[in-house]
């Protein structure tokens, strides 16, 4: 069991950036692919980065491509996601996520996929 708890949303004029950190809990973070995915209101969940158990690989929306990087800190427990150049379409709730993954060194895009989720946190990027 894997419980993950975002911070580092917030209110932030168009072109600004924000860091959001995904604290999980458990001593086996590093088996773990994270992911990141957003809801905006009347939305369904999308897809936003991707990192390998490693962290060498990364993977992302076309739309955050070139703006967002996705890292983790396996000896802190963490993943975050640097959001730069925001745009008012980022404005979402983004939900961190974890997939047990002990023999694969890839990423993945999709949400059924992911195992665990944690409640979010509110981004909102004013024009």
């Known amino acids: 069991q894997v419980q993950l708890v975002e911070s580092g949303g917030g209110l932030v004029q168009a072109g600004g950036s924000l860091r959001l950190s995904c604290a999980a809990s458990g001593r086996t973070f590093s088996t773990y692919v994270m992911g990141w995915f957003r809801q905006a209101p009347g939305k369904g969940r999308e897809f936003v980065a991707s990192i390998s158990r490693s962290g060498a690989s990364t993977s992302y929306a076309d739309s955050v491509k070139g703006r967002f990087t996705i890292s983790r800190d396996n000896a802190k427990n963490t993943v975050y996601l640097q959001m730069n150049s925001l745009k008012p379409e980022d404005t979402a709730v983004y939900h961190c996520?974890?997939?047990?993954?002990?023999?694969?060194?890839?990423?993945?895009?999709?949400?059924?996929?992911?195992?665990?989720w944690g409640q979010g946190t509110q981004v909102t990027v004013s024009s």
């Open positions: 996520a974890a997939k047990g993954a002990l023999w694969y060194s890839g990423t993945y895009s999709r949400y059924n996929e992911y195992d665990y």
